[in-house]
């Protein structure tokens, strides 16, 4: 059987395929060193998408499963705490390991107790008071769309989420901002008796 030859159409098609191919490779790798930018929503930078309790882990958790969860190296480690600091940066998400900008970036904490995740304490620092405000409503809504109406107190509202075992995993949501001169909230994930 013989070969046809190759139309010349047909080479240029896939000439232009394969350049099409080489560029949108080297569009999804790096760009100057940073990551391909994709939006996500603030909501889901600070707290995940939804999956687990919070970000990629749930209270109970051991520390190998915390530090699997975090795409960067923890800013302090010791055997009953864990601790980041990240941009708060959601057109490149995954650039955690850039400097962080110090009016807009949280911090997370995970505590341990008998080497389970007890608490986890999320601190988010926002530049003015009403940033903060409206990023606690979006929050404030986000977690009354996921679990329910929660409990007002004085100065915080609490979720509770789910037994685990036999406690219950709460969520305590603040705005601290009048204390500190700048915005800020704060998240506690706990287990309360």
Same mark, same amino acid.
């Given at each position: 059987?013989?070969?046809?030859?190759?139309? /010349?159409?047909?080479?240029? !098609?896939?000439?232009?395929?394969?350049?099409?191919?080489?560029?949108?490779?080297?569009?999804?790798?790096?760009?100057?060193?940073?990551?391909?930018?994709?939006? +996500?929503?603030?909501?889901?930078?600070?707290?995940?998408?939804?999956?687990?309790?919070?970000?990629?882990?749930?209270?109970?958790?051991?520390?190998?499963?915390?530090?699997?969860? &975090?795409?960067?190296? /923890?800013?302090?480690?010791?055997?009953?705490?864990?601790?980041? !600091?990240? /941009?708060?940066?959601?057109?490149?998400?995954?650039?955690? %390991?850039?400097?962080?900008?110090?009016?807009?970036?949280y911090t997370v904490?995970? %505590?341990?107790?008998?080497?389970?995740? %007890?608490? +986890?304490?999320?601190?988010?620092?926002?530049?003015?008071?009403?940033?903060?405000?409206?990023?606690?409503?979006?929050?404030?809504?986000?977690?009354?769309?996921?679990?329910?109406?929660?409990?007002? &107190?004085?100065?915080?509202?609490?979720?509770?989420?789910?037994?685990?075992?036999?406690?219950?995993?709460?969520?305590?949501?603040?705005?601290?901002?009048?204390?500190?001169?700048?915005?800020?909230? !704060?998240?506690?994930?706990?287990?309360?008796?």
């Amino acid at each position: 059987m013989k070969l046809q030859k190759i139309k /010349p159409i047909y080479k240029l !098609s896939f000439v232009a395929l394969t350049i099409f191919c080489i560029v949108l490779v080297s569009c999804r790798s790096k760009n100057n060193g940073k990551v391909t930018p994709y939006q +996500i929503p603030l909501t889901q930078l600070l707290v995940g998408d939804g999956h687990q309790m919070f970000r990629k882990v749930t209270l109970g958790a051991d520390s190998k499963t915390v530090l699997a969860s &975090e795409k960067k190296k /923890p800013d302090e480690n010791d055997t009953n705490y864990i601790f980041y !600091s990240l /941009p708060m940066d959601t057109l490149y998400p995954d650039s955690v %390991n850039e400097t962080v900008d110090t009016l807009n970036f949280y911090t997370v904490a995970y %505590n341990f107790d008998q080497q389970k995740l %007890n608490e +986890i304490d999320e601190d988010v620092y926002v530049s003015t008071d009403s940033i903060a405000a409206s990023l606690q409503g979006r929050l404030s809504d986000y977690f009354t769309t996921k679990y329910g109406e929660g409990t007002k &107190e004085s100065d915080h509202i609490i979720w509770k989420l789910k037994k685990i075992g036999s406690k219950t995993a709460k969520l305590s949501l603040s705005d601290e901002s009048e204390e500190y001169d700048y915005g800020k909230l !704060s998240l506690v994930y706990y287990l309360e008796d």
